[in-house]
């Protein structure tokens, strides 16, 4: 996730030799004034030495929003004041990250207009969309807005996020209180029934955790053609049938998740565990070793220990328990089976 405070080193400082005015509004002799690089170097290539209101309003608030404290901040508010409204100034930038830096340096000179915070969830969504974590921040923003059906419209995807479906739908329902377009009525009306589905989810895990183990299959196995490429569904539903020692359907489950998540070391230590139970301690080995690859783990390590000792080489399986204890000093079935392979002359 790209930080904050990583857009301090794209901007730099130009000190005023001589009062900067724009029209009416003007900034002092010797103040430094923080400029965006790339648009310096642009200026300098074509030889123009003069800046925009927007270079410069760009800068400033670009640097508040990085850094709420930075110094000459009562002559920066009084700059940015005099030149608001800014919302359609914000909206117009299609850079999100930067317009939400820019949101923020408006937010922290407080100086926020109706929606200010709203346009900053909303780049911060666009983010989110990308990949980068920004969640935490927009949800922050979020309730730092005046309720209105985007607000319940967007904290409901949020906690659609978090597997709280329930609060959800509440939200979204809310939602449908105002006057809305179709489309979007109809796009919350498919998330609501969406969310609905995805109950089932909690409620299988809710009974798994409670060792219902019956009932958590029979839950989980109620969305699952509804939600084929969700993959904690389908990881959860083989847990419970491991859990009611159905190994080879189990099995099955997990080696298909490998096609969504390969690189889910939990998941490679769940094959290993139904191939050892099995007693296909060759493809338990094989397996583990592959997610030994993507990360060392203490599970893993104990499991391919068993393997190996099932194998006929204890020595070999002794040599792994204690990688394992190194890794969970504290964790009693690895010094279980470190008495159980070693004997006496393991201390654990």
């Known amino acids: 996730m790209k930080s904050l405070a990583s857009v ?5 400082f130009l000190e005023l ?9 003007s900034l002092p002799k010797g103040l430094n004034i923080p400029i965006y690089t790339k648009v310096l170097e642009d200026k300098v290539l074509k030889g123009e030495f003069d800046y925009s209101t927007k ?5 400033v608030l670009s640097l508040y929003g990085a850094d709420p404290d930075f110094k000459d901040r009562l002559v920066f508010k ?3 004041a005099k030149l608001q409204p800014l919302l359609p100034f914000l909206y117009q930038e299609k850079d999100a990250f930067k317009a939400l830096v820019m949101a923020l340096g408006l937010i922290n000179l407080e100086l926020t207009e109706e929606g200010t915070y709203l346009l900053a969830v909303e780049k911060a969504n666009e983010l989110i969309k990308e990949g980068q974590d920004y969640s935490e921040l927009a949800r922050a923003l979020l309730d730092l807005e005046v309720e209105s059906w985007p607000v319940f419209y967007h904290r409901g995807f949020f906690l659609y996020n978090d597997g709280d479906y329930t609060q959800a739908m509440d939200q979204w329902q809310r939602a449908l209180d105002y006057e809305l377009a179709d489309d979007l009525r109809d796009e919350i009306h498919s998330m609501m029934a969406q969310a609905d589905r995805r109950k089932f989810f909690t409620k299988g895990k ?3 955790f409670k060792e219902r183990f019956l009932e958590a299959r029979e839950a989980f196995a109620t969305i699952l053609e509804d939600f084929p490429h969700w993959y ?9 049938l491991r ?14 998740l490998l096609q969504l998540k390969g690189d889910d070391v939990y998941l490679y230590n769940e094959i290993g565990v139904c191939y050892l139970f099995l007693e296909e301690y060759q493809e ?4 583990i070793k592959r997610g030994l690859a993507l990360a060392d783990n203490p599970d893993l390590r104990l499991n391919l220990a068993i393997g190996i000792f099932h194998s006929g080489d204890r020595l070999g399986a002794l040599e792994e328990l204690e990688k394992a204890s190194k890794l969970a000093p504290d964790d009693p079935l690895i010094h279980q089976w470190l008495h159980h392979i070693g004997g006496d002359s393991c201390t654990g």
């Open 284 to 287: 338990a080995i094989s397996i």
């Open 78 to 80: 009084d700059f940015v």
């Open 232 to 240: 904690e569904l389908h990881f959860y539903y083989g847990l419970s």
């Open 55 to 59: 270079d410069v309003l760009e800068g």
């Open 206 to 208: 809710d009974l798994l």
């Open 8 to 12: 301090l080193e794209e901007l730099s």
């Open 17 to 25: 030799n001589k009062d900067l005015s724009f029209g009416e509004i």
């Open 243 to 256: 859990f009611l020692e159905e190994y080879r359907e189990a099995l099955s489950v997990f080696l298909n």
